[in-house]
């Protein structure tokens, strides 16, 4: 059972969400949150998978909730997803430096929603495939000047090779045909990079690939 917290100001919003999630075979909702400090305190209670964190909330907003639960050592489980009213709202991208798995926009529909749920559970983030390549070549131009990241050297060369399609927002089966390999042999490169650099998920892979330079913008063609 996948369990999912919903932090938003919005009761309104709240209830839809609700409703959608408790109707699923796989999915419960464990609690709600009307602010970013509620939902850091109810994330600390109920160790949820899944905290749904609307970006705009009074108080302590959803990035500054995102960045206090990402750096706790004891949530490391816990996956953020932000929910934004605007497809490129400017704090999306600092959301996911500071540790979100992907974005929503709140209009999606249900299907999708309870995909990215259930897609940030397996470790699959919302930055590939289900972010379009506009969003990406945005993060790209925000992202930092290069730096030599931790640990990037230990990636094997196919591992880097793989980390820099990632990078470019490619799907496991899109990185498969690009390098002829099966979708599993894909899926398994990733996940050892995501181990060797520490990264919680795909998206973290893609802010490493920018700001470390394995990836620059203009990439995406």
Same mark, same amino acid.
């Given at each position: *059972?996948?369990?999912?917290?919903?932090? %938003?100001?919005?009761? +309104?919003?709240?209830?839809? @969400?609700?409703?959608?999630?408790?109707?699923?075979?796989?999915? $419960?909702?464990?609690? $709600?949150?009307?602010?970013? #400090? /509620?939902?850091?305190?109810?994330?600390?209670?109920?160790?949820? %998978?899944?905290?749904? *964190?609307?970006?705009? *909330?009074? #108080?302590?907003?959803?990035? %500054?909730?995102?960045?206090?639960?990402?750096?706790?050592?004891?949530?490391?489980?816990?996956?953020?997803? *932000? +929910?934004?009213?605007?497809?490129? %709202?400017?704090?999306? @991208?600092?959301?996911?430096?500071?540790?979100? &798995?992907?974005?929503?926009? !709140?209009?999606?529909?249900? $299907? $999708?929603?309870?995909?990215?749920?259930?897609?940030?559970?397996?470790?699959?983030?919302?930055?590939?495939?289900?972010?379009?390549?506009? =969003?990406? /070549?945005? @993060?790209?131009?925000?992202? !930092?000047?290069?730096?030599?990241?931790?640990? =990037?050297?230990? +990636?094997?060369?196919?591992?880097? /090779?793989?980390?820099?399609?990632?990078?470019?927002? =490619?799907?496991?089966?899109?990185?498969?045909?690009?390098?002829?390999? &099966?979708?599993?042999?894909?899926?398994?490169?990733?996940?050892?990079?995501?181990? !060797?650099?520490?990264?919680?998920?795909?998206?973290? =892979?893609?802010?490493?690939?920018?700001?470390?330079? +394995?990836?620059?913008?203009?990439?995406?063609?």
């Amino acid at each position: *059972m996948i369990r999912v917290l919903l932090a %938003d100001d919005q009761s +309104l919003v709240r209830a839809g @969400f609700r409703a959608l999630l408790d109707a699923q075979p796989d999915i $419960e909702v464990a609690g $709600e949150a009307a602010d970013g #400090g /509620e939902a850091v305190e109810r994330v600390r209670s109920l160790r949820p %998978d899944v905290v749904l *964190m609307d970006i705009r *909330m009074p #108080g302590v907003d959803g990035l %500054d909730a995102t960045r206090r639960i990402t750096d706790d050592p004891d949530l490391t489980g816990v996956r953020v997803v *932000m +929910l934004t009213t605007f497809e490129l %709202d400017e704090y999306v @991208f600092e959301a996911i430096r500071a540790g979100a &798995s992907g974005f929503l926009v !709140k209009d999606t529909e249900p $299907e $999708e929603l309870l995909r990215a749920v259930r897609a940030v559970v397996q470790g699959d983030a919302l930055l590939s495939p289900g972010v379009t390549r506009r =969003l990406i /070549e945005e @993060f790209a131009a925000r992202s !930092k000047p290069p730096s030599v990241a931790a640990g =990037l050297g230990a +990636l094997t060369e196919r591992e880097r /090779e793989v980390m820099a399609l990632v990078g470019i927002g =490619l799907s496991n089966e899109e990185i498969a045909r690009r390098l002829v390999v &099966s979708p599993l042999t894909a899926k398994t490169h990733v996940s050892r990079a995501m181990v !060797k650099l520490g990264a919680r998920d795909r998206a973290q =892979l893609v802010v490493i690939a920018y700001e470390s330079g +394995l990836v620059r913008p203009g990439w995406l063609g």
